[in-house]
């Protein structure tokens, strides 16, 4: 993903209410069970920080995330990078009630190029992500009562 490409944005509605999302997004527990098994600690607070690994293709990637920005039931929103490799980004959660449900609107915007030589972090690779933890897991795990 490089800096000059447009961000990769997933939407998806839940038949859940915002409050309901919006646990799912920031509670770790709630967390664990459709994002990232591995993270050690999450909190809403601007200014938190966490670190995790994920092994992929006989890779780590070291996770580094840091909240820059929350509106309890509206938005969230997170540096992203990796500790060793270069290239920097910023995710958004952003909220909103429909009906008796609520909308996601997911924004990951590259604000430093990534390298190209790492077939798990091209646009495909995320926009791959993200689709399946937004319309695949965390409509799962709501869909359960999550």
């Given at each position: ?28 527990e ?59 980004s ?10 008796p449900?609520?909308?996601l ?42």
């Amino acid at each position: 993903m490089n800096s000059s490409e447009p961000p990769i944005v997933v939407e998806q509605t839940f038949d859940a209410p915002v409050e309901a999302v919006w646990k799912a997004i920031t509670e770790i527990e709630r967390m664990k069970k459709w994002y990232f098994e591995p993270i050690p600690d999450f909190k809403a607070e601007v200014g938190f920080a966490t670190k995790f690994n994920i092994a992929c293709n006989g890779r780590n990637f070291m996770h580094l995330w840091k909240v820059t920005e929350v509106e309890p039931n509206k938005s969230i929103s997170y540096n992203w990078s990796y500790e060793g490799i270069g290239g920097d980004s910023f995710v958004k959660f952003e909220l909103s009630a429909e009906g008796p449900g609520s909308r996601l609107k997911l924004t990951h915007t590259t604000t430093k190029d990534w390298p190209s030589d790492i077939p798990e972090i091209t646009r495909e690779a995320c926009a791959g992500g993200w689709n399946y933890f937004i319309k695949g897991t965390l409509v799962e795990y709501l869909t359960k009562g999550g």
